[in-house]
């Protein structure tokens, strides 16, 4: 029996870094996952890769409400039941100064890191099974500032906000939320990061992070995965409204 045995999950950005890995480890653990994603391509690729039967995909633009209400009856029809939500995509924007930052990409990352979130809690979670579990990836940018990355620090910290409310409001079916909190992860998007902010030289960017986590190195995506997998569990089951840090120590620093 796995920690997951017969749940089912869902995880949005499932095509991505953390979203991915997750979905490898909930299947190890016996659940059944539905992964999300705005890219097709992306999910079909992640699909192949994972090749599991329990595994399943759905092209979904978390920003949307009825994008995130066809998640659900995409979910209900396959599975009938919803015990699980992994509410993780979510965009990098770019590195700019808040004077230089362009508008349209100010609003991008609104709309897929604040409203997904804010959207996953109102169309999915009260579709839940009672004493359903529901994480939503925040990140270490959500409990300090980066310079020059004002608008997803802003959004990352505005849903610790969501969180909260969603823990309290919830309680009646017993659903925990929480948020998981990565330090920089060596994955894709921390390869655009570097490379935004410094194209000519992404290697420096590596380093200067480093340099700022006490134990010398990035978080690996199957390490937010583990984090995801207790708070999916019943491991965790007097656990909600919490803050989940996975940073090698970067915020002690
Ligand atoms: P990633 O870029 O590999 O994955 C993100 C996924 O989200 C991608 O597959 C992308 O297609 C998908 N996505 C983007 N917009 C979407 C939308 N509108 N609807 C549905 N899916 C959409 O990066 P990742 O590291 O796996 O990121 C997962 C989460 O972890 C994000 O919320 C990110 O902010 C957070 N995080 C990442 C890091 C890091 O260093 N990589 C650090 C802290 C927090």
């Given at each position: 029996m796995g920690r997951?045995?017969?749940?089912?999950?869902?995880?949005?950005?499932?095509?991505?870094?953390?979203?991915?890995?997750?979905?490898?480890?909930?299947?190890?653990?016996?659940?059944?996952?539905?992964?999300?994603d705005i890219s097709k391509e992306a999910l079909e690729k992640a699909s192949l890769e994972i090749d599991q039967e329990n595994l399943s995909y759905c092209v979904v633009d978390v920003s949307k409400p009825k994008e995130n209400q066809k998640l659900v009856?995409?979910?209900?029809?396959?599975?009938?039941?919803?015990?699980?939500?992994?509410?993780?995509?979510?965009?990098?924007?770019?590195?700019?100064?808040?004077?230089?930052?362009?508008?349209?990409?100010?609003?991008?990352?609104?709309d897929v890191n604040l409203k997904g979130v804010w959207y996953g809690c109102k169309y999915v979670v009260p579709k839940m099974t009672v004493g359903g579990s529901v994480m939503i990836t925040s990140?270490?940018?959500?409990?300090?500032?980066?310079?020059?990355?004002?608008?997803?620090?802003?959004?990352?910290?505005?849903?610790?906000?969501i969180m909260r409310v969603a823990a309290l409001e919830f309680t009646s079916n017993k659903i925990r939320v929480n948020t998981i909190h990565p330090g920089p992860v060596n994955n894709e998007m921390m390869r655009r990061i570097e490379k935004d902010i410094s194209p000519e030289n992404p290697g420096e960017v590596l380093k200067g992070f480093e340099a700022t986590i006490p134990f010398g190195r990035y978080v690996d995506s199957n390490e937010i995965a583990q984090m995801a997998?207790?708070?999916?569990?019943?491991?965790?089951?007097?656990?909600?409204?919490?803050?989940?840090?996975?940073?090698?120590?970067?915020?002690?620093?």
């Open positions: 997951l045995q017969d749940k089912v999950a869902i995880i949005t950005g499932g095509a991505g870094g953390i979203g991915k890995a997750t979905a490898k480890l909930f299947l190890d653990q016996g659940a059944m996952v539905v992964i999300a009856a995409y979910t209900l029809e396959v599975h009938n039941k919803i015990d699980i939500f992994f509410a993780n995509a979510g965009i990098e924007g770019t590195s700019k100064p808040i004077v230089e930052y362009p508008d349209d990409i100010f609003d991008n990352v609104i990140s270490v940018a959500g409990l300090k500032g980066f310079a020059g990355l004002g608008a997803y620090v802003a959004t990352k910290h505005a849903i610790i906000g997998l207790f708070l999916a569990s019943e491991d965790s089951k007097m656990i909600t409204g919490c803050m989940h840090i996975v940073d090698g120590g970067m915020l002690t620093n």
